[in-house]
């Protein structure tokens, strides 16, 4: 296996005078192989997010580089940076705001083939929008031409899988993707992610504040507190032994919410 993402002494800065400035990130370093599933856990404001947006091209990094393929991303001109576009895709939070409501399942969907300049012909262009409808079980002869409101919100984060998925990317970053959905939807969709890692290799960074999601999910995880990594390692060794007061928390709080479920099922 190869390492598919370095992140190497990655910083975010926002703000510009003195008294206004906030590092959301300091100094954050981590790597990953191609199929590997990680897994950034943190409070609301860690900077999880935002080393996701980074990654995706959507903020610039304050310093630090990225190597993407052992390709320096944080170097690269936007016209170059597009040509990696294809490759890493990102699932949103909210599903129902990262869909234009104007738009079509088939043209939400169709839609980064289009950017992406991946296939030029309209109706191979259907047929792949068909696959991946049909691959996160929506049947596309039901779906295509509906719209977004339509839609309930387990749907809708389908949708927003699909649109991901249809450029066959070789990384994913899901934010937050279970956070509006139920407990029954929350473990649907993370089947469905690992059905696509398994079978077509795709990476994840799957940033979340939920640690108990990344159990039998993600191969790793990476505890990121104020904006530094403060636990990292596979999922079951951080887990079963935190080293960090902040994960140490977290696992509190996680015991003592299966020992309240446990009680209500008994």
Not at 72 to 95: C, G, S, V
Not at 164 to 174: E, H, M, R, W, Y
Request: hydrophobic residues 40%.
């Amino acid at each position: 296996m190869s390492t598919l993402v370095k992140v190497d002494h990655l910083m975010k800065i926002y703000g510009h005078s003195k008294s206004d400035k906030v590092a959301v990130l300091k100094d954050v370093s981590f790597s990953f192989e191609q199929g590997e599933i990680i897994g950034l856990i943190g409070a609301s404001g860690a900077g999880k997010s935002t080393i996701g947006k980074i990654l995706a091209g959507l903020e610039e990094p304050s310093n630090g580089n990225i190597y993407f393929d052992n390709v320096e991303l944080t170097t690269l001109k936007a016209k170059e940076r597009r040509i990696f576009a294809k490759h890493i895709q990102m699932i949103f939070q909210d599903p129902y705001e990262s869909l234009s409501p104007r738009m079509k399942i088939f043209e939400l969907v169709e839609e980064p083939l289009i950017i992406q300049k991946i296939e030029p012909v309209k109706e191979k262009r259907l047929q792949m929008v068909r696959e991946a409808l049909a691959f996160v079980s929506l049947d596309p002869d039901k779906y295509l031409n509906r719209y977004p409101h339509e839609l309930s919100g387990g749907e809708r984060q389908r949708i927003g899988v699909a649109r991901a998925f249809v450029c066959k990317p070789k990384l994913i970053i899901a934010d937050e993707p279970t956070s509006m959905l139920d407990t029954s939807l929350r473990l649907e969709l993370i089947q469905l992610l690992k059905r696509m890692n398994e079978q077509f290799n795709i990476s994840y960074i799957f940033v979340t504040h939920d640690i108990a999601l990344t159990n039998g999910f993600c191969d790793r995880i990476i505890v990121l507190h104020q904006g530094e990594i403060v636990d990292e390692g596979p999922t079951e060794q951080v887990i079963n032994e935190p080293t960090h007061p902040f994960t140490k928390s977290l696992i509190k709080a996680l015991l003592i919410l299966e020992r309240q479920e446990g009680e209500l099922s008994s």
